[in-house]
């Protein structure tokens, strides 16, 4: 059973930056999509990024241009760089593994999740 822990979560003041890890521990994820999700108070989680076995990458409207996914499979580790801050990302930040080595909307074991507060 894999178990996902994500850090780097904190308050970071509009425009600034921060760099999210998700560390896996059990079996390789190198073979999995990986992907991140987030959930902000009183609304759905949502689709942040995510990243196929290969590195390809996709990226939700609301990022695209300001957030970067990246993987490390040696260290079956995944990474959300995420620049120009906006008080619109604050919430919880979950990181997932796919089922499949391309993203798709299966994923099958989840982070306990980290806060991310962006002040304005």
């Known amino acids: 059973q894999v178990q996902l822990v994500e850090s780097g979560g904190g308050l970071v003041q509009a425009g600034g930056s921060l760099r999210l890890t998700c560390s896996a521990s059990?079996?390789?994820?190198?073979?999995?999509?990986m992907g991140w999700f987030r959930q902000a108070p009183g609304k759905e989680r949502e689709f942040v990024a995510a990243?196929?076995?290969?590195?390809?990458?996709a990226y939700a409207d609301p990022v695209k241009g300001r957030f970067t996914i990246s993987r490390d499979s040696a260290k079956n580790m995944v990474y959300l760089q995420m620049n120009s801050l906006k008080p619109e990302d604050t919430a919880v930040y979950y990181c997932?593994?796919?089922?499949?080595?391309?993203?798709?909307?299966?994923?099958?074991?989840w982070g306990q999740g980290t806060q991310v507060t962006v002040s304005s």
């Open positions: 990243i196929s076995a290969n590195s390809n990458t």
């Open positions: 997932a593994k796919g089922k499949y080595a391309i993203p798709t909307t299966h994923y099958d074991n």
């Open positions: 059990g079996p390789a994820l190198s073979g999995n999509a």
